[in-house]
């Protein structure tokens, strides 16, 4: 069964300081992977995906599926990162998403 | 584009009412999903549909819930009877079938059910 597990409920770091949001999936399939935000009062919104390997606002997120991972990273954190963050999951051309649990970013000044 | 339209943004009703709920995708779009966020269980799928043919109703928890698609623009997800284990948020979202993926979701519906 498709399955992602975001381990940090909740993440808290400085502005300025690196970020590193964590991805793990289980699925023995060929996958796509997913990163979704939701900042505040706003649409949850697709960020990246793995097959595109762009760096949108700063992340990029690299699979590997030697460690079935998908961690999301930024360099130097800004304020307005702090957000809602969900990996989600799909086979290759398929349309069902499966969403991990999420991961609260919050950016201290 | 207004984007995807849900309503109503939010909605308490007391345990055994019927509850209906939205959902107006992107014009053009003709894929369509429901999802229900919960602190527990996060966000889960419980319907999509394609060229308003539901696909995959797994998700869908009990015959309490119900959905349909009546037409291209216009969707709705029905809970009867509620009960307040149905508190959530409820997320609709479309897409294109083809092409890319992405979905596009609605702000949201928030249910408490007293």
């Known amino acids: 069964a498709q399955r992602v597990t975001q381990p940090e409920k909740l993440l808290s770091v400085f502005k300025g300081a690196p970020v590193e949001l964590k991805c793990n999936y289980s699925y023995s399939g060929s996958p796509e992977l997913f990163w979704y935000v939701q900042y505040s009062r706003q649409r949850l919104q697709l960020l990246l995906r793995h097959i595109s390997r762009e760096s949108i606002k700063g992340f990029t997120a690299d699979l590997n599926k030697g460690e079935t991972s998908f961690h999301l990273k930024k360099p130097f954190a800004q304020e307005e990162d702090s957000a809602m963050y969900y990996c989600?999951?799909?086979?290759?051309?398929?349309?069902?998403?499966?969403f991990g649990q999420g991961t609260r970013l919050t950016i201290n000044p | 584009d207004a984007g995807v339209i849900q309503s109503p943004r939010h909605e308490v009703t007391e345990m055994g009412q019927e509850v209906t709920l939205r959902c107006k995708p992107i014009?053009?779009?003709?894929?369509l999903f429901w999802y229900r966020q919960t602190m527990m269980r996060g966000l889960e799928l419980l319907i999509y549909?394609?060229?308003?043919?539901?696909?995959?109703d797994s998700g869908m928890p009990e015959d309490r819930f119900s959905a349909k698609m009546p037409n291209a623009s216009f969707s709705t997800l029905k809970i009867q009877p509620s009960e307040p284990r149905d508190s959530a948020v409820y997320f609709c979202?479309?897409?294109?079938?083809?092409?890319?993926?992405?979905?596009?979701f609605g702000p949201g519906t928030r249910l408490t059910v007293l």
């Open positions: 014009s053009g779009h003709n894929s």
């Open positions: 549909f394609n060229n308003n043919v539901p696909i995959d």
């Open positions: 979202a479309s897409s294109r079938l083809a092409g890319t993926n992405e979905q596009f």
């Open positions: 989600a999951l799909t086979d290759q051309g398929a349309q069902k998403l499966v």
